[in-house]
């Protein structure tokens, strides 16, 4: 379902507690910067757009400015003509989206960054299915290190994610207990790949539509 911000969201915005995450998947241009997030953390808050102040974290996180950051918290990503935005209470979410375009040199950005086991599984890959695991896998690096406030800097070989076919899972992030982390591919079309993770316990992952409301 496709839902305008001029729309009555209260409904859905009440629905936001303990035991879900919302999803919002939208249009995007880059001249647009970050005016469709705050419009839409503002429709959660009940403030206009202008208002809602951002600041970045130790590591360059974007978060809500005091005291909001204790109400609701949030991650963001975009690529191409899609952004995509997690919402959340109680915990801090990570979320990446990627188009999926021809990447030729998957591999030898895999050899150079990630970790010897995923390179070797992705090795194993018909070159067709290779591109898009490399890409499920690079979106859910993405959304741990971002759930964690981290950025691809922190080391992207420091985290072992499963390999698709096999179904998504964290197996090894240094120095934490992977028990407690939660990773989840988003089904959102065939030209992007996304991943939503948190350090928490499971939750329902409401995902929605957000229309251009002008």
């Known amino acids: 379902m496709r839902t305008t911000l001029g729309q009555d969201v209260a409904g859905i915005v009440a629905g936001l507690d303990h035991r ?3 999803v919002w998947l939208l249009d995007y241009r880059k001249a647009q910067k970050r005016a ?8 959660y808050l009940g403030l206009p757009a202008d208002a809602v ?9 974007p978060e809500l400015a005091s005291p909001w950051n204790q109400l609701l918290q949030f991650n963001w990503s975009h690529s191409g003509d899609k952004a995509i935005i997690a919402v959340a209470r109680g915990l801090a979410p990570g979320i990446d989206i990627e188009h999926l375009r021809p990447r030729p ?3 030898q950005l895999a ?18 299915a290779r ?11 993405e959304a741990v290190l971002k759930a964690l406030g981290r950025g ?27 028990s407690q982390w939660r990773l989840h591919p988003l089904d959102i079309d065939a030209d992007h790949a996304a991943t939503l993770a948190w350090r928490g ?14």
Do not use: Y
Not at 36 to 43: E, I, V
């Open 20 to 22: 879900v995450v919302h």
């Open 111 to 128: 050899e150079r960054f990630f970790h010897p086991d995923e390179v070797a599984d992705l090795a194993t890959l018909p070159a067709d």
């Open 152 to 178: 691809v800097a922190f080391g992207l070989h420091r985290l072992r994610l499963t390999v698709a076919p096999q179904t998504p899972a964290l197996l090894w992030l240094e120095n934490d207990d992977i």
């Open 131 to 141: 591109e898009r695991a490399f890409m499920q896998l690079w979106t859910g690096k």
């Open 105 to 107: 040199r998957a591999m």
């Open 201 to 214: 316990p499971p939750r329902t992952i409401d995902i929605r539509t957000l229309a251009d409301s002008g």
């Open 53 to 61: 102040v951002l600041v970045e974290g130790e590591h360059g996180r």
């Open 36 to 43: 469709p997030l705050c419009a839409l953390l503002g429709a």
